[in-house]
């Protein structure tokens, strides 16, 4: 039996015979048992190092690519059954617009009425849509600069229902403006919602108050302080508007007749129908992808997004304010005597009313945030056919605010 440990000297062990003499001291087993669990300890240890660094790996790279895919399903399919699920659209995981956003991705292809594009057919004319209240005064002007410039014939529009490329019979590079939805809508309430432009302007015994100001409270609904509604007339027009406006004005609210309810009788006129919000979001978005470019006016503070704009007009000047609306000057000065005083409950009520035009937004601007001006391109004279006749070189163009088109 054994009546000492190993000996670390030697690795053996004692053992003693009945006399209590030491009657041999022989290699000790032991040492080889030591040896293999060691082994196996170190390799075990290795085991588990490894498993404690690829199963994370192989945890995250699978949580990625179902987060990708969960993403990817999520963008590319925008839900419009309701305004709800537009406004949960709207990329809160900071994922990557997937449209190929005019704002971003500028281009000089022609929209053909079959909905495609050519790029055989010279462009002669250039049509801006003019957005209340997003800077379209100094864009509209500057952009009868680039057409003069370029010989082209120049068509801005504005309170009517914007034009659908491809549906004008003369090749047309088609230009348009967004701005941040909110504060587009206070803004245009500030410049005639809150009091009239007439009475500002000519009304001599005007004088400015709280008592005789509507309130921006009231400033809810699509045509300002008043719900949309059909005029009985062949076109849709919206001069003030306060809730959704993008959707309606490129859609049109009420671009569609009812069949008369007594036809041939009393009430034999057709009955202007207006379309459900989320059907004008439809086709305003479908419009506006058709259009060459979108200007972002928050953008337009940023010089490298000017030069981006300047260098595809090939004339330089976007920012140049030779130009004012109506009656700016006038709403300016009576806000700075009695200052608005804006609620955060009317402003969160206002985001949640134009939580369409929100999305809508966003689904065209966000890509400047990825892509930078990257991918805007410089103006292609190739792309247009000059009219020598109309045309000045932007040096010396210098149309009064009375012939401003």
């Not at 671009?255 to 439809?282: A, C, K, S």
């Not at 130009?323 to 300016?332: F, I, Q, R, T, V």
């Not at 000065?333 to 206002?350: A, D, G």
Request: charged share 20%; proline share 6%.
């Amino acid at each position: 039996m054994l009546n000492s440990p190993i000996d670390p000297r030697t690795m053996r062990v004692r053992r003693s015979n009945s006399t209590g003499a030491i009657s041999s001291i022989l290699p000790c087993n032991n040492y080889w048992l030591a040896v293999r669990s060691t082994s196996v300890l170190v390799l075990g240890i290795v085991l588990l190092c490894w498993i404690n660094l690829t199963l994370p790996l192989f945890i995250l790279t699978n949580e990625s690519t179902t987060s990708s895919s969960a993403t990817t399903t999520r963008i590319n399919h925008l839900d419009v059954s309701s305004p709800t699920k537009i406004i949960n659209h709207h990329r809160r995981d900071n994922s990557m617009p997937t449209i190929i956003s005019p704002a971003c991705r500028p281009h000089f292809r022609l929209a053909l009425p079959d909905g495609t594009w050519t790029t055989s057919t010279k462009f002669t004319r250039l049509y801006f849509y003019h957005v209340r209240k997003a800077g379209g005064t100094t864009l509209r002007r500057y952009l009868q600069k680039v057409a003069a410039h370029h010989g082209l014939k120049y068509k801005v529009w504005e309170y009517g229902m914007a034009e659908d490329p491809g549906s004008y019979d003369e090749a047309t590079l088609y230009v348009t403006h967004v701005r941040e939805p909110v504060s587009r809508s206070i803004s245009h309430f500030k410049y005639e919602g809150r009091w009239n432009c007439t009475d500002m302007m000519y009304n001599e015994s005007f004088v400015p108050s709280e008592e005789n100001a509507l309130k921006l409270e009231t400033w809810n609904k699509e045509y300002g302080h008043h719900p949309a509604y059909c005029y009985n007339a062949p076109e849709f027009r919206m001069s003030q508007c306060a809730v959704n406006c993008y959707s309606q004005w490129f859609a049109g609210s009420c671009p569609e007749w009812d069949t008369p309810e007594h036809p041939g009788g009393p009430g034999r006129m057709p009955i202007l129908r207006e379309m459900p919000m989320v059907e004008q979001y439809n086709i305003a978005r479908a419009k506006m992808l058709k259009y060459n470019l979108i200007v972002v006016t928050e953008m337009l503070k940023h010089p490298n997004y000017v030069a981006a704009i300047e260098r595809y007009f090939g004339v330089p000047g976007v920012n140049d304010r030779t130009a004012h609306p109506w009656c700016e000057d006038e709403s300016h000065y009576y806000n700075s005597q009695v200052p608005l005083v804006i609620h955060n409950e009317t402003v969160n009520k206002l985001t949640a009313l134009n939580k369409i035009d929100i999305g809508l937004y966003h689904e065209f601007s966000d890509c400047l945030k990825y892509e930078g001006v990257n991918n805007i391109p410089a103006w292609d004279d190739n792309r247009f056919m000059a009219n020598e006749s109309i045309r000045i070189h932007h040096s010396v163009w210098n149309v009064p605010m009375s012939q401003l088109q």
